[in-house]
């Protein structure tokens, strides 16, 4: 009950089209979800977050949209360029502790 | 990056040795994390504190342990390593604002022979 199930496990987009990831959760008392995007070498970092109160937040080509009776989230990168190449995680938090998908690596070619 | 460091980034060590990590913050902040990240498992909770001297276990706290004494501070132990223990390790802190972001440091790349 407290995973969060993350698909694809890898995406390859083209340059200026559009990448969507996402995941699920079973846990109905997770009151956030962040998105975290990691380059290799480096900690993730967070991207955007949304709370359960909304369906859909947006931040620049991030958009967040936000699904509560189906239980399931997902990111959607508009215009994706090559410098979004970089592993998404998703996660979902209840209290004081986060528990992350497992990851999406995303490929943007030109 | 939140102000927060890692010590050491790189180690190789030996199975059976003692190892220690340590995660130095400068923003005081309360909430303390540290994670590992294993390809195909995203990043796992090991320990965590919520305050000093005040810990707690996560996901995949066996054959870990943590401490906390001052504010700054908050030192990962692995007390007998294992090659199973191989992974790359980050900490990361809470901030207490509206939302309660975590944010991360740069990682320990630990590699047990």
């Known amino acids: 009950q407290q995973q969060v199930k993350q698909s694809p496990q890898s995406l390859i987009v083209q340059k200026g089209g559009i990448s969507i990831i996402n995941c699920a959760y079973e846990?109905?008392?997770?009151?956030?979800f962040p998105w975290y995007q990691q380059f290799p070498g480096k900690g993730p970092a967070l991207l955007i977050a949304?709370?359960?109160?909304?369906s859909e937040k947006k931040e620049g080509r991030f958009t967040i949209s936000f699904n509560k009776s189906a239980k399931q989230f997902s990111l959607h990168i508009m215009d994706s360029q090559p410098g979004d190449s970089a592993t998404y995680f998703c996660?979902?938090?209840?209290?004081?502790?986060?528990?992350f998908g497992t990851g999406t690596r995303l490929q943007v070619f030109p | 990056d939140a102000g927060i460091t890692q010590s050491p980034r790189h180690k190789v060590t030996e199975t059976g040795t003692p190892v220690t990590l340590r995660c130095h913050q400068t923003?005081?902040?309360?909430?303390m994390y540290w994670y590992r990240q294993d390809p195909g498992h995203g990043l796992r909770l090991i320990h965590y504190?919520?305050?000093?001297?005040?810990?707690d276990k996560g996901e995949v706290s066996d054959g870990y342990s943590v401490s906390r004494s001052k504010t700054e501070d908050f030192l990962l132990t692995l007390e007998s390593a294992t090659s199973s223990q191989t992974s790359v390790y980050f900490c990361?802190?809470?901030?207490?604002?509206?939302?309660?972001?975590?944010?991360f440091g740069p990682g320990t790349r630990l590699t047990v022979l």
């Open positions: 990361a802190i809470k901030t207490t604002k509206l939302n309660n972001e975590q944010f």
């Open positions: 923003e005081n902040h309360r909430y």
């Open positions: 949304i709370r359960p109160d909304v």
């Open positions: 996660a979902a938090s209840h209290t004081d502790k986060l528990i």
């Open positions: 504190s919520y305050g000093v001297k005040d810990t």
């Open positions: 846990n109905t008392a997770f009151d956030y």
